[in-house]
């Protein structure tokens, strides 16, 4: 991050800089509702503080933990009201491993499918490939991620 002094405000491209989120993804955010509506100069531009910061900090280790925006909207509320009960939040972390879990068992599914299809390919020698095969046959069920 660039050193900046805190004190006075950032513009969105300085924010963006200080936070590693495009300035893109701030408008998406301010627009999703997830970051408040910043303050504007005299002349326009949004500007950004310490706190707006912090909750960019937030929303980007949320993403990068693979939340949705909802589920993001749900936890910067209940950090931000600071409570001490923190059954909410494990619920929706739990919920998303949940989810997490069943998805990369779908992907691993997938994985060894296209492996097993990969094996009986014998590189032009069969008078079928069995990987077009596979991704032609009306019933082929390949598991969902």
């Not at 004190?7 to 408040?36: D, K, N």
């Not at 949940?98 to 009986?120: C, F, K, P, S």
């Amino acid at each position: 991050m660039a050193s900046h002094s805190m004190s006075s405000p950032l513009t969105i491209g300085q924010a963006a800089a200080q936070s590693g989120i495009s300035v893109r993804m701030i408008r998406h955010y301010e627009s999703l509702g997830l970051l408040p509506a910043t303050v504007r100069s005299a002349s326009g531009y949004r500007q950004y503080g310490p706190a707006d910061l912090h909750t960019l900090g937030f929303i980007r280790r949320a993403r990068e933990l693979g939340f949705s925006s909802a589920e993001i909207r749900q936890l910067l509320t209940l950090w931000q009201q600071r409570s001490q009960d923190h059954t909410q939040v494990r619920a929706i972390a739990q919920q998303h491993l949940d989810d997490l879990t069943r998805r990369i068992q779908g992907l691993q599914a997938i994985q060894q499918t296209l492996r097993e299809l990969v094996q009986h390919c014998q590189y032009g020698t069969q008078p079928e490939c069995p990987i077009l095969q596979d991704l032609a046959a009306p019933d082929a069920a390949c598991p969902q991620p």
